[in-house]
């Protein structure tokens, strides 16, 4: 059980920091390429909007298909409704309709949802004693996603030079990641 701890710990770390990179980058840049597509800055603040609705939405389907499924289904769920949203995000910056770039902030954060319940999942398997440790050790993962998320800028402008997208919606390639 120790070594299935470690395993799943791990993997479980290590979708957290990604998770956290693609959500902090969508979250921050997601405004500037609201106000870029629409044209109207006023609609930037929208973006953190969209982002914290997505994850208000989906905390309870989510947590009810832990119950029913287990935690790795419902992150795992959560995970491919954010990755489908930045896709709509990068759809809507391409289309220039700024509600579907929302919507798809909405859906992307629903990776938030999917960060909180990976708290819980971090002590799924832990020994007691190793319980807070574990969960320390998550929220700390979510934490460096979080912070080195909005630093995506320069990386997103190329990842978005390559795929012919403006340098805002490039970052959106991080939270499909």
Do not use: H, Y
Request: net charge positive.
């Amino acid at each position: 059980q120790a070594r299935l701890q470690r395993r799943a710990f791990a993997v479980l770390a290590a979708s957290t920091i990604l998770g956290g990179l693609g959500a902090g980058a969508a979250l921050s840049v997601g405004a500037l390429l609201l106000a870029e597509v629409s044209g109207n800055d006023a609609i930037s603040g929208l973006a953190s909007a969209m982002f914290n609705a997505g994850a208000a939405l989906a905390g309870i389907p989510l947590a009810r298909l832990a119950v029913r499924r287990g935690r790795r289904r419902a992150m795992i769920s959560g995970n491919l409704v954010a990755m489908l949203g930045a896709l709509i995000a990068i759809f809507g910056s391409v289309i220039g309709q700024w509600w579907v770039l929302a919507i798809g902030i909405a859906m992307v954060g629903v990776a938030s949802a999917v960060q909180l319940l990976s708290r819980f999942t971090a002590t799924d398997l832990a020994l007691p004693k190793n319980r807070a440790r574990d969960l320390s050790l998550v929220v700390w993962a979510i934490t460096v996603g979080a912070v080195v998320g909005p630093n995506l800028l320069g990386p997103g402008a190329a990842a978005g030079a390559l795929l012919g997208l403006t340098p805002f919606a490039g970052v959106f390639v991080f939270p499909f990641v």
